[in-house]
């Protein structure tokens, strides 16, 4: 009885990252008129919308005044962002969103507004959205209910293993960045003439190209999905590496990838 619980709530957790990377892709690819994968992970989902959804049912799930409901998720939901916000810059020294810009935020890790539209959000899922999953989910064969989980739990996981080891490399590429424009003029441009040498078919007219062309995809997913993506420690070098990406998009060398 314990893994059958266990499998449902997995699956409801699964089920509402994808709802709320749905919301988040269409809302940030609308405002940038282009696709945007705002997940952190590969997979389409957001598993802070996921375990915003699991924390509401089990602290606020028999809450069924909209009034008292609202307040509640909306300092809960904003409770999680903010610890989730101080988490992830503790273990990969960046931060994902800022909230600086907006009214009445906190460190730039939430804000009212988001408050208002999580508050709202859990009152949909708790009073309306929930009960149907619910009752589908009872209805559901358990021996269908065990190979999903099963299954999306194995490709979950794996993302998580293959986003986390993605960024380590993509914070020693900034490192290396950073290292390349602390250097003396000279010494940086004999780097650089090195570099061109040994792969001359690319036609590098820039040392920013030739950092350009280290990221692999998951690190362009990175910049592209999160503009706003900060890094603690190589802050000036992420800011440049914005804006040269910008640059050469257009002559597609931002989509080739150097084998080292």
């Known amino acids: 009885m314990f893994f059958y619980t266990l499998?449902?709530?997995?699956l409801w957790f699964i089920l509402y990252a994808v709802v709320g990377w749905v919301y988040e892709s269409i809302?940030?690819?609308?405002t940038s008129r282009k696709f945007v994968n705002r997940g952190f992970l590969n997979g389409p989902y957001c598993p802070i919308y996921g375990a915003g959804a699991i924390l509401d049912m089990l602290i606020l799930g028999k809450i069924t005044n909209p009034f008292i409901l609202f307040f509640a998720s909306a300092l809960l939901t904003c409770s999680l962002e903010y610890v989730t916000s101080y988490a992830m810059e503790e273990i990969f020294h960046a931060r994902w969103w800022d909230?600086?810009?907006?009214?009445?935020?906190?460190k730039g890790?939430?804000?009212?507004?988001?408050?208002?539209v999580f508050g709202f959000l859990s009152v949909m899922l708790i009073l309306f959205i929930h009960p149907f999953v619910l009752r589908h989910t009872n209805n559901a064969p358990r021996l269908i209910l065990g190979i999903a989980s099963?299954?999306?739990?194995?490709?979950?996981?794996?993302?998580?293993?293959?986003?986390?080891?993605g960024f380590t490399s993509f914070n020693a590429r900034l490192k290396e960045f950073s290292e390349y424009l602390g250097k003396k003029?000279?010494?940086?441009?004999?780097?650089?003439?090195?570099?061109?040498?040994?792969?001359?078919?690319?036609?590098l007219n820039s040392a920013y190209e030739m950092f350009l062309l280290r990221l692999n995809g998951q690190h362009r997913r990175m910049i592209k999905g999160f503009p706003k993506l900060k890094s603690i420690r190589y802050e000036?070098?992420?800011?440049r590496l914005h804006t040269d990406i910008q640059t050469f998009k257009k002559r597609r060398l931002i989509n080739r990838d150097v084998k080292r």
């Open 99 to 106: 909230y600086s810009s907006s009214k009445f935020n906190i």
């Open 7 to 10: 499998e449902k709530y997995f």
């Open 150 to 165: 099963g299954v999306l739990f194995a490709i979950f996981t794996t993302d998580c293993i293959v986003t986390v080891s």
């Open 109 to 116: 890790r939430v804000c009212l507004l988001g408050a208002l």
């Open 27 to 30: 809302l940030c690819s609308v």
């Open 236 to 239: 000036d070098a992420l800011n």
């Open 185 to 203: 003029k000279e010494d940086a441009a004999a780097e650089f003439e090195k570099f061109r040498a040994e792969h001359t078919s690319l036609k």
